[in-house]
């Protein structure tokens, strides 16, 4: 079965360059989440989308935008990036529904290594 | 604050034998509660989920309960295997919003290692 498609699956920046990850959820899913997990941290919500428009907005910094094209997928833009941006990324994406209890289902992550 | 605790935050058994994580959350309100598997640096693997009216799910080895009452849920693994090891992450949502997106509250996870 298709699984949530993330790349690159690392990418090593360097301070204060743009970086951009990409996020291809289960076809027919309509809801995309963005989640950002440090070291041996609990992922942090950054923002999510339901049918392209943004649903919900977490910890995302302002030098960070995301958004969901016409054919679902999500793209992350980091800009200005910093040390402590370096961090496991992951997307995740549902199938919203009238009743509770979707399943989640997320990607491999994204690694990125900011120098 | 919506808090989601785990325990213990790390376990060690000898493959075959059970085990049982526990999670306490404080969110409220209360939709429903997942379990994951996480590798390490890999993404998380949906074990279970449970609404707020269910009190046992079960998915092969894996069964989780639910005390909704209590705000506590456990995970019990039956006849462990070396795959086994990973992180187990609970995942509490406070909230359903139609159309929408859940906002999840994670926990810190329990490292399980099964050795030979």
């Known amino acids: 079965a298709a699984g949530v498609i993330q790349s690159p699956r690392h990418l090593i920046k360097e301070k204060r360059e743009t970086a951009t990850l990409k996020c291809y959820p289960i076809p027919r899913h309509d809801t995309v989440y963005w989640y950002q997990q440090g070291p041996g941290q609990d992922p942090q919500f950054l923002i999510s989308f339901y049918e392209k428009m943004q649903s919900d907005k977490g910890s995302i910094p302002d030098r960070f935008s995301a958004q969901q094209f016409s054919d679902y997928h999500s793209e992350l833009n980091m800009s200005s990036l910093e040390l402590g941006d370096s961090a496991l990324y992951f997307c995740?994406?549902?199938?919203?529904?009238?009743?509770?209890?979707?399943?989640?289902?997320f990607g491999e992550g994204s690694w990125l290594t900011v120098v | 604050k919506n808090q989601v605790e785990q325990s213990p935050q790390s376990l060690i058994i000898l493959e075959g034998k059970n085990c049982t994580l526990q999670?306490?959350?404080?969110?409220?309100?209360?939709?429903?509660l997942r379990w994951y598997k996480q590798d390490t640096g890999r993404g998380p693997v949906s074990l279970t989920i449970?609404?707020?009216?269910?009190n046992t799910k079960s998915n092969g080895r894996y069964t989780a309960t639910l005390d909704a009452d209590t705000k506590q849920s456990s995970l019990h693994i039956t006849a462990s295997q070396l795959s086994d090891s990973a992180s187990y992450i609970c995942v509490v949502s406070p909230e359903y919003i139609i159309q929408g997106a859940q906002k999840l509250v994670f926990g810190q996870g329990t490292r399980l290692t099964i050795n030979p």
């Open positions: 449970m609404t707020f009216s269910e």
């Open positions: 999670c306490n959350y404080t969110v409220s309100p209360f939709s429903n």
């Open positions: 995740a994406s549902s199938l919203e529904d009238t009743y509770s209890g979707n399943t989640i289902y």
